[in-house]
């Protein structure tokens, strides 16, 4: 999820936490638990500050090892003993519970994105993505809102993010039943098909679709129930030559290569410059794909300049790659 679905959840669980009987009755456990819980609901996104360094590095790193079996437990006993020094008189053991809880959760919600995370490192390394959350859900979002309004007015805040959670509980389950109904139609138009990915949107009833079979690529949208497919690539190989080679070892080359598993290739000849383009299918946005890598090679294979992230106009990516264009 977002920074800020990640904070109001932060909140809402330190709510929730009143109705443990010893953080109920000692204020200082009550707001060590606080704490425990805010940050506990934000420190798996630590590895954010890999985006000072390159894209590459987040990219390749991000929801990685910090949403791993191992972090899940050493987070919270981390953070526990740390605000323990500051609540010497807190109650150890549900301080350590609570803090437990928002990581976990934290780890847990994060998993029903399109991105996903490697929560069963160190078993697998492989991604866990259900795609069924968007990864800001205005829904989720605007519930912890308005549980934390309730609160601000007197209303018990326990209670009030039981009801909640039990909500949103049933949101996900009816979440999952519209990603199986759209996955179904998906199989149905394309019988073949050997791998769907389906992506959430902001808006519930709309869904972003990528699709393969043994030729092809599809890229499709489903709304308010309706599968259409408005894109279709062959699928081509990626050719094993010299430039082809020489371009994959690059840094953000190769962290786009890691991490998406829909995409094609373009090669064009820019003077003396050989540009090599791969674009994810997954985040078609209005007949534009955004997330992409791009290496710029001179005749003798050297790489000049690349790029991989989010870019939404061929302007601003020629500004990341530096090329000064008359």
Not at 78 to 103: D, K, Q, R, S
């Amino acid at each position: 999820m977002d920074t800020g679905t990640h904070v109001v959840m932060g909140l809402a669980l330190g709510g929730l936490a009143t109705l443990d009987p010893v953080v109920a009755n000692s204020s200082i456990t009550a707001a060590s638990v606080m704490v425990g819980t805010i940050i506990g609901s934000q420190i798996p996104d630590i590895d954010t500050i890999l985006k000072l360094k390159n894209n590459a590095s987040y990219i390749r790193n991000h929801r990685g090892v910090t949403h791993s079996i191992p972090a899940v437990i050493l987070w919270p006993l981390l953070i526990t003993g740390v605000i323990y020094l500051f609540f010497p008189e807190t109650n150890l053991f549900h301080l350590w519970l609570w803090t437990f809880i928002a990581v976990f959760l934290h780890v847990f919600v994060d998993i029903f994105n399109a991105y996903g995370t490697q929560a069963l490192r160190p078993f697998s390394s492989r991604w866990v993505a259900l795609g069924m959350i968007n990864t800001f859900d205005p829904f989720i979002f605007a519930m912890h809102v308005f549980g934390l309004f309730l609160w601000i007015f007197g209303m018990d805040p326990g209670y009030t993010f039981l009801v909640i959670y039990c909500i949103l509980f049933i949101y996900y389950i009816l979440r999952y039943f519209a990603k199986k109904s759209v996955e179904a139609k998906v199989q149905k138009l394309i019988p073949d098909a050997t791998e769907i990915i389906i992506s959430p949107t902001m808006k519930y009833n709309q869904w972003r679709i990528a699709i393969k079979n043994k030729d092809s690529f599809f890229v499709g949208r489903a709304l308010r129930g309706q599968v259409r497919i408005v894109d279709q690539f062959k699928r081509v190989p990626i050719p094993k030559t010299p430039i082809f080679n020489a371009a994959t070892k690059d840094k953000n080359i190769s962290a786009f290569l890691s991490f998406s598993p829909v995409y094609r290739w373009e090669i064009e000849t820019i003077e003396n410059i050989v540009e090599i383009r791969f674009i994810d299918l997954r985040y078609r946005s209005n007949e534009y794909y955004p997330f992409v890598a791009v290496a710029h090679l001179d005749k003798d294979l050297t790489i000049i300049n690349s790029y991989t992230g989010w870019i939404f106009s061929e302007e601003k990516l020629k500004k990341k790659l530096d090329i000064i264009t008359n």
